[in-house]
């Protein structure tokens, strides 16, 4: 939060620089000597006279005296544009995001035609916006204001984000043509026709950019990307020489020397590569960040097999580190080698912070191989070592639950509980799976215990107040322990789903719509809420919409959703008759 309202403060601070000055309302004169009768010229006078307090204070750097003035000048001129813009920059830099705000959209109600105060609310209220409301107001500033460089730069990253391609070149293009020094306007260009596969376009971008800004390390990434594509041996030694020119700009910087010691690698340049990759190697324990570039450039982009080149040369620097042997076996299983990601992760250490992770992973991997005995006698034996700890207990039990071997999943679960009697998570793990054995009693029981302990358990509130509901039983203490739920996790939802259904079930379908929608943008359709959404809209006659969102579910269901598929499928049939006749 802190950064962004640095952001926001410096955004303030470069309009201002545009401008040229503090800009003012068209309706409004800045405080001072006006014309008019006794108690008018007075009140103004007053506000003026705070107004100049103001200013001597920020000379000093006493900027909290400031604020307490033009507040005060604000009071007497309460309309004032300038007084309230002044006081916006004020409250930025001291991080209250609250008034500041306040005074922007008293700003906006002043002059709402101002395109400086209307950039200020988008950034100031960004994360509120939806992308409708945030392109109908850039392009509104782009209407009052056709110069801004913020706007243009704001609307084109977000079409270029949502792969708009086209719209998101004429911005840029246009950029390019009203602003020709701004080198970012040539770069994105550039990033949009590497997008579209035009290279030899992308590459006049990146060019004219590092014309504009010889110093933009991107740039050269960029151009090192399109050559590699065209020829990585014709173009070897261009692509060595961006690395260089890189290097000498930061000569810390990491992409740069990991892409460097796997260019010389595969240009059978082995010695180079092995100096690099062994000095980085070395560094990883006391700086883990060159594993979290290779992670970022070569897992994330999904360049497994150079994933694995990276962090097995790196690994020769010292074979039992554990950060990196953790990181080699992330490269192994990217690339679907899951046995030698298994014995690389048994190399990490048990105090190494990501040991159980490792854990985890490595009876993962051992179930994605068929081997789901061997999984269990892993978790097992690491059960019996850390006999208190959760996360493995929990996916131990989690392995026998999917089996359907519950009394498995019960024995591990309250062997874990003899160690933490009143561990939440545990213990709601535990009713999770006496519901999936059909214990409904139990597992009511185990949720109330959850409150006892503690009364802000949303996941127990919400799961105890959906088996009433589901059930068809006491619907008002179903609601009223949903409700809270919702109150703790407004976003969370499953628990959106669960007040949605509980008003289906007391016949409130409107507002049961009302949720579910919410529920299934939440949940991207999951194929349970999907289904409640349907059944909503089958109540309020709505076929169509129930037909489509049936259609959803069935989309997105799962091999372990056998009886809901076949549910799904008979009310679609049912649907379609009914529409057709």
């Not at 060595?240 to 890189?246: A, F, N, P, R, V």
């Not at 959760?390 to 026998?400: C, E, P, Q, R, V």
Request: net charge negative; proline share 4%.
């Amino acid at each position: 939060m802190k950064k962004i309202l640095v952001h926001i403060f410096y955004l303030f601070l470069f309009i201002l620089y545009l401008t040229g000055c503090v800009p003012s309302s068209p309706n409004r004169k800045p405080p001072g000597p006006q014309t008019g009768g006794g108690l008018e010229k007075e009140e103004n006078l007053s506000a003026n006279y705070y107004y100049l307090e103001s200013r001597l204070h920020l000379k000093n750097n006493d900027f909290d005296k400031a604020v307490i003035s033009l507040e005060k000048a604000l009071a007497l001129d309460p309309e004032s544009f300038v007084i309230t813009w002044d006081l916006v920059g004020l409250y930025l830099r001291h991080q209250d995001t609250e008034k500041a705000l306040a005074s922007v959209e008293k700003l906006i109600r002043i002059n709402p035609e101002n395109p400086d105060a209307l950039m200020l609310l988008i950034e100031l209220k960004k994360d509120a916006f939806n992308e409708t409301e945030l392109l109908e107001k850039l392009n509104k500033v782009l209407s009052l204001d056709p110069a801004n460089k913020e706007a243009f730069l704001r609307l084109g990253k977000i079409y270029l984000e949502k792969e708009n391609y086209p719209k998101a070149r004429h911005l840029f293009e246009k950029m390019t043509e009203q602003f020709p020094d701004y080198y970012v306007a040539f770069y994105y260009l550039g990033e949009i026709y590497l997008q579209q596969k035009e290279y030899e376009s992308a590459k006049t971008q990146f060019l004219k950019t590092l014309e504009l800004e010889p110093d933009l390390v991107e740039a050269r990434f960029q151009l090192i990307e399109i050559l590699n594509i065209e020829s990585p041996v014709k173009n070897k030694q261009a692509i060595l020489d961006y690395y260089k020119e890189i290097l000498e700009i930061d000569p810390e910087n990491e992409q740069a020397q990991i892409g460097m010691a796997l260019h010389y690698y595969k240009n059978k340049m082995t010695a180079d590569a092995r100096e690099i990759f062994i000095r980085l190697g070395s560094e990883v324990e006391r700086n883990s960040k060159p594993a979290m570039v290779a992670v970022e450039e070569y897992i994330s982009k999904k360049k497994y097999k150079d994933a694995v080149l990276i962090f097995s040369e790196m690994l020769k620097a010292d074979t039992e580190s554990s950060t990196l042997n953790f990181f080699t076996g992330m490269a192994h299983e990217a690339n679907e080698d899951f046995k030698a990601a298994i014995g690389r992760f048994k190399k990490v250490k048990p105090e190494h912070p990501q040991y159980k992770k490792t854990i985890i992973r490595i009876a993962y991997l051992y179930k994605q191989m068929g081997e789901d005995q061997t999984a269990v006698e892993f978790l097992e034996e690491k059960v019996r070592t850390y006999p208190k700890d959760i996360d493995i207990i929990t996916y131990l039990a989690s392995f026998f639950e999917k089996e359907g071997q519950f009394e498995k999943a019960f024995d591990v679960l309250n062997k874990g509980l003899q160690e933490s009697p009143d561990h939440t998570s545990l213990l709601f793990k535990l009713g999770a799976v006496q519901d999936k054995a059909g214990l409904k009693e139990e597992s009511i029981l185990t949720m109330k215990k959850i409150i006892q302990l503690d009364p802000e358990d949303a996941g127990a509130l919400n799961y105890l107040g959906y088996s009433y509901a589901d059930k068809g039983i006491f619907l008002d203490e179903a609601l009223s322990l949903i409700q809270k739920a919702y109150d703790l996790k407004p976003d969370d939802g499953y628990i959106v789903d669960s007040l949605g259904w509980v008003h289906y079930k007391r016949g409130d379908y409107e507002k049961a719509v009302e949720y579910l929608e919410k529920a299934a943008e939440l949940t991207s359709f999951e194929s349970i809420i999907s289904d409640h959404l349907g059944d909503a809209y089958q109540k309020l006659n709505r076929p169509k919409d129930a037909l489509e969102v049936y259609k959803k579910a069935l989309s997105n269901a799962g091999e372990e959703d056998k009886e809901l598929v076949e549910q799904i499928q008979k009310k679609i049939e049912a649907l379609r008759k009914l529409i057709n006749e």
